[in-house]
């Protein structure tokens, strides 16, 4: 069997449990081969609306992807693995064909990810289950080898 040559690690996350459980298990991939890992945080349609109709501001957008930032540098802190983030938008009222599985593939491609971690499970948070609807598209169109947890 042929070892894996992985350089990046892609992990979508949007602040749930579930996702940080993801972001272990791809900083644990990541140290494994010496990779790096890149967690793009998802904002779900809630979230997205919110920005629309002003009852979600920039700031409390920016307070949460960073406070999920400290979490994941948390867990890659005994690691050495490098570590990036960025934020995107799972859903659009303009843009029908976005999705959250879309958005996740579409950033591996960008970025040249070689592997991809998603959370399978659904949030109980309606404001951050968007990567349940995410998972199983990314399972479907990925062209990187997956693992769902």
Not at 33 to 51: F, I, K, Q, S
Request: hydrophobic share 40%.
């Amino acid at each position: 069997m042929a070892d894996l040559d992985i350089e990046l690690v892609v992990v979508p996350v949007d602040g749930s449990p579930e996702s940080t459980t993801a972001a272990e298990y791809a900083v644990a991939i990541a140290d494994r081969y010496d990779a790096a890992v890149h967690a793009v945080y998802v904002l779900g349609e809630p979230r997205v609306r919110g920005l629309e109709d002003g009852t979600v501001t920039d700031a409390e957008i920016a307070d949460d992807t960073e406070s999920f930032s400290d979490t994941l540098e948390e867990i890659a802190a005994d690691t050495g693995v490098d570590v990036s983030t960025s934020i995107t938008r799972g859903f659009s009222t303009e843009i029908k064909t976005l999705h959250p599985g879309s958005v996740v593939l579409d950033t591996a491609e960008e970025l040249g990810a070689d592997f991809v971690v998603v959370p399978r499970e659904p949030a109980s948070d309606t404001d951050t289950d968007v990567l349940a609807k995410a998972a199983e598209y990314v399972l479907l169109y990925a062209s990187q080898p997956v693992l769902s947890v």
